[in-house]
């Protein structure tokens, strides 16, 4: 199977202008989730969607945003962008499981590097 | 905010030698996970241990959890230069109906030859 993708891979803005990234997951996975990663703050979740329905959400300003298309590809757009949104944004697709079990692990893509300059 | 503090925050061995990371957290947990990063790349998954398991082995890897303390450990075993990166414990919060994971400050690991 192909891997999560997700484009562009690297991407330079101003600040005050929108951003919108993509992530196309394993086929077959309906769960998508972000994460923000800074030298600073780490890794950090944003929101995760399971048939474009987000079920979870980090503590992110409103500025940032998602959503999820009915082939499980997800976008997440961020506006009026800061210097401190220059990071890299990590997609991760995951298979909901069957049955009772909670326990799934994540594959991520290779991530978008945003610079806000 | 981040649930996993990993200790140490840097290692540097010799390629053939062991590598221990620690990782602790604060609230109840399904699973915890493993990651490894290499340098600005993607997460690359390595290992799961749920919450009932105390260990687990994967190859070179070995985890170990232990609830009462809210503490895992990765052990690899005879490091190679490859084994180069970054690595996070990740523990899973999910309640069935919703995926998120909180990962921990990550450990760098450096494997020198």
């Known amino acids: 199977k192909a891997g999560v993708t997700q484009t562009p891979r690297y991407l330079i803005k101003t600040r005050g202008q929108q951003v919108t990234l993509s992530c196309s997951p394993i086929?077959?996975?309906?769960?998508v989730s972000w994460y923000q990663q800074t030298p600073g703050q780490g890794l950090q979740f944003l929101f995760e969607?399971?048939?474009?329905?987000?079920?979870n959400k980090g503590n992110f300003p409103g500025r940032f945003s998602g959503r999820q298309f009915s082939n499980s590809r997800s976008e997440m757009n961020v506006s009026t962008l800061e210097l401190g949104d220059s990071a890299l944004y990590l997609c991760?697709?995951?298979?909901?499981?069957?049955?009772?079990?909670?326990?799934?692990?994540?594959?991520f893509g290779p991530g978008t590097r945003l610079t806000v300059t | 905010s981040q649930q996993g503090e990993e200790d140490p925050q840097a290692l540097s061995i010799q390629e053939g030698e062991n590598a221990t990371m620690n990782c602790s957290y604060k609230?109840?947990?399904?699973?915890l996970q493993w990651y490894r990063q290499n340098s600005g790349r993607g997460l690359v998954h390595l290992i799961l241990?749920?919450?009932?398991?105390r260990e687990k082995h994967s190859g070179r890897l070995r985890v170990t959890l232990d609830t009462s303390k809210k503490s895992s450990s990765l052990l690899i075993t005879a490091s190679r230069a490859a084994d180069t990166a970054s690595y996070f414990c990740?523990?899973?919060?999910?309640?069935?109906?919703?995926?998120?994971?909180?990962f921990g400050t990550g450990t760098r690991l450096q494997v020198t030859l």
């Open positions: 609230t109840s947990i399904n699973n």
């Open positions: 991760a697709s995951s298979f909901f499981p069957s049955g009772r079990s909670r326990s799934y692990e994540q594959y």
């Open positions: 241990i749920r919450s009932n398991e």
């Open positions: 086929s077959g996975h309906r769960s």
């Open positions: 990740a523990t899973d919060e999910s309640n069935g109906t919703a995926s998120k994971l909180t």
């Open positions: 969607y399971f048939s474009e329905t987000q079920r």
